[in-house]
């Protein structure tokens, strides 16, 4: 149980193309959803929170207008990284927490790793 | 500012023997505890989650809590060498999860 899975697994694209990645929850419904970012060897870098229904809330830091977010379902949250540069070239991953105030643990994907050209 | 400290390493162990990771952390209203594992190039894995103080047994793995420290930490007994991975420690408030640096072991055949 608890599988995120997310799509594309690898991305590629010319600069000033937007990007879109998935992150879904494929056996339980996950009311709120989670995007960060990597750079090699470094730490998670928490990007923003996805509740269903609702509007993202950006760390700070974070352009909301470039990295768009929407989490139209239980089980799909979407991140478009729109006029993408060489610079957002990163390793992005989500994890999902299920619905249910008890259920506290994040369950992660497998990552994409976008590179701008 | 919230933070949760790890020592970066590497820290490198023989197989067989006991991997000791340490983490502590800031916020003293934090809630739930985290240790992830991940290998390079892949995602985090969820190994042990701790709630309350004390120990935390779940096969090879023992998380240890105590909150009036800060403090929790995971060991690895009869480590392995596919146990060599980066170590997050996550300490979580609500909905709020922070991350450490991750502590990079190494466990040499």
């Known amino acids: 149980g608890a599988v995120v899975s997310q799509h594309p697994s690898r991305v590629i694209c010319k600069s000033g193309t937007s990007v879109k990645i998935e992150c879904r929850s494929l056996d339980f419904q996950a009311t709120t959803m989670f995007w960060y970012r990597q750079f090699p060897k470094k730490s998670l870098m928490l990007m923003a929170t996805s509740n269903e229904g609702s509007k993202a809330t950006y760390e700070q830091g974070v352009e909301k207008d470039k990295f768009l977010i929407n989490h139209a379902s239980l089980t799909l949250s979407t991140l478009t990284v729109t006029s993408a540069h060489p610079e957002d070239s990163s390793f992005y991953i989500c994890?999902?927490?299920?619905?249910?105030?008890?259920?506290?643990?994040?369950?992660f994907g497998p990552g994409t790793r976008l590179t701008v050209l | 500012q919230k933070e949760v400290e790890q020592n970066s390493g590497p820290l490198s162990v023989p197989e067989g023997a006991i991997a000791s990771l340490n983490c502590t952390y800031s916020?003293?209203?934090?809630?739930?505890f985290f240790w992830y594992r991940q290998y390079s190039g892949k995602s985090p894995e969820l190994i042990m989650s701790i709630y309350s103080n004390g120990d935390k047994e779940d096969g090879r793995f023992t998380a240890q809590l105590n909150k009036a420290s800060q403090y929790v930490s995971l060991l690895i007994r009869d480590s392995q060498p596919s146990d060599s991975a980066t170590y997050l420690c996550a300490v979580k408030e609500n909905n709020d999860m922070r991350f450490g640096a991750g502590t990079r072991l190494t466990v040499k055949p």
């Open positions: 994890s999902a927490q299920a619905a249910g105030a008890s259920y506290n643990e994040q369950f």
């Open positions: 916020d003293r209203v934090s809630q739930s």
